[in-house]
């Protein structure tokens, strides 16, 4: 089990630029979840998959962010016209999503906007 | 979605003391509590957990505490040592909704 994979670990984007950010979950796992970590608002909630559909997306700036589980295998949270404000941590996060609550968190991309 | 409100932000004890962080959170619905630890440039780990049909549960130097009428939640790290200090995240979710919505964190240093 290599656990949660996120790639790449490191990004950096030139302000205006895109960004595509890629998570494979643990396979198996039903529930996929994006957070933004920074020192000042510790994890924030993004978006939330399960069984790839979309759940929830509150916690997602509606208008230059966006997430997409085209397969089971894999999600992708894209930034377009990035901004200095969008750097972070980008984590995700997978579950079982059968009474099993636990989530297993990849290594995260950080993401640098210059 | 749920707030929770984690406190303190920053945590700096002595070798051998108990440390302490509390968390509230606002949905009666929440009813699973999950504390996470993040060690320096290490992904967010589950170390304990607790479900709204108890009230304490421990695990060796963990212990959590849940107030359901009160709406906190606390982590109680007994016997601290070096290798305890982290990031810990408090965390409530909906096992029906199943988010799960995170505190700020507290950075806890154990001084030796």
Not at chain 1, 35 to 47: A, C, D, H, M, N
Not at chain 1, 66 to 78: D, E, G, W, Y
Not at chain 1, 89 to 104: E, I, K, M
Not at chain 2, 94 to 109: I, V
Request: with cysteine.
């Amino acid at each position: 089990n290599a656990g949660v994979i996120q790639t790449p670990r490191h990004k950096v984007t030139g302000k205006g630029q895109e960004a595509t950010l890629w998570c494979e979950p643990i396979s198996g796992h039903s529930a996929v979840f994006w957070y933004r970590q920074t020192i000042v608002q510790g994890l924030e909630f993004l978006t939330y998959f399960r069984n790839q559909a979309p759940i929830d997306d509150s916690g997602m700036p509606k208008e230059r962010f966006s997430a997409q589980m085209p397969n089971q295998s894999h999600s992708t949270l894209k930034i377009q016209s990035t901004q200095p404000q969008d750097s972070a941590v980008y984590l995700c996060a997978s579950s079982l999503d059968r009474g099993q609550n636990t989530l297993y968190f990849g290594a995260g991309t950080r993401l640098s906007v210059l | 979605g749920e707030q929770v409100e984690q406190l303190p932000s920053i945590l700096r004890v002595q070798e051998g003391s108990s440390a302490s962080i509390n968390c509230s959170y606002e949905d009666s619905a929440s009813n699973y509590f999950p504390w996470y630890k993040q060690e320096p440039g290490e992904n967010p780990k589950l170390i304990i957990d607790i479900r709204s049909n108890m009230e304490r549960k421990q695990i060796q130097e963990l212990i959590v505490l849940l107030d359901k009428k009160a709406k906190r939640f606390s982590l109680h790290i007994t016997d601290t040592q070096p290798g305890d200090s982290a990031m810990y995240f408090c965390a409530a979710s909906n096992t029906g909704y199943q988010n799960f919505y995170f505190g700020k964190g507290t950075s806890l240093t154990v001084i030796p």
